[in-house]
């Protein structure tokens, strides 16, 4: 990173690591009833049960699925051991920068599409592509309720856009009530000459419209300003090789 930065005159004091499914753990918990102090111990105890014998305990942040009030909380919580975060701040350090956060990279493109007043309708589905995958953020309006990783299995955008549709029909068949929200909204990552097969496929297929999300040239107006950007400026680190 250190060299584009350069060679652009951009000075960048802050990384925010975005980890993938394969370097980050997830875990989703179904809690007993609890008061929100009592809500960090609970997802602490169960994800240290997770990790089994290890001598040091992970860190773990999380967050609660909004649900019924007396029923049982849904949890999302994200772990990593504390070896490795120590080894990502060194690595980091190590470029002058400071690492600012640690998140996943499922979450990431939810903040784009609040900023753009996306995720309005009771349905969404974020699709964003990688080398060899595809990750799934399903939504019920701002609420992430699954997040899905699923391994490209062929170069054909007609068998992706099956897969892609078949795994978002799954999740919706897994939850009570979400069968009646409606047909889901696709929020698809990337530019339209780069993925022109798969987004005619996914049109082709029995499921909600689609709209294409361009992640810099889609940035709210209001925060392109070049105060704006000299107070935001950081860098947004993907470890497998993607940058944005």
Request: charged residues 25%.
């Amino acid at each position: 990173l250190t060299s584009p930065l350069a060679s652009s005159h951009l000075t960048c004091r802050r990384i925010v690591l975005l980890l993938s499914r394969s370097e980050l753990e997830l875990s989703t918990l179904n809690l007993p009833p609890a008061e929100p102090d009592e809500i960090p111990s609970l997802v602490a105890a169960e994800v240290e049960q997770q990790f089994g014998d290890s001598t040091v305990a992970p860190l773990v942040d999380y967050f609660v699925v909004p649900g019924a009030a007396g029923s049982t909380t849904d949890v999302m919580a994200f772990s990593l051991s504390s070896e490795l975060v120590s080894r990502w701040q060194e690595i980091v350090r190590r470029t002058g920068m400071q690492l600012a956060a640690i998140s996943s990279r499922q979450l990431a493109p939810l903040g784009i599409l609040r900023r753009r007043g996306d995720l309005q309708l009771p349905l969404s589905v974020a699709i964003s592509l990688y080398s060899g995958e595809v990750e799934l953020t399903l939504c019920k309006r701002e609420t992430p309720l699954f997040l899905r990783t699923l391994r490209v299995s062929s170069d054909d955008p007609r068998t992706l856009a099956e897969q892609i549709v078949l795994e978002i029909q799954r999740c919706i068949a897994l939850t009570s009530g979400l069968d009646r929200a409606g047909a889901p909204e696709l929020l698809l990552f990337g530019r339209e000459d780069e993925h022109r097969g798969l987004i005619e496929a996914l049109q082709e297929q029995p499921i909600g419209s689609l709209k294409v999300v361009h992640p810099l040239q889609d940035w709210p107006e209001s925060e392109r300003s070049n105060a704006a950007f000299e107070e935001q400026l950081q860098v947004v680190a993907h470890p497998s090789g993607d940058r944005k």
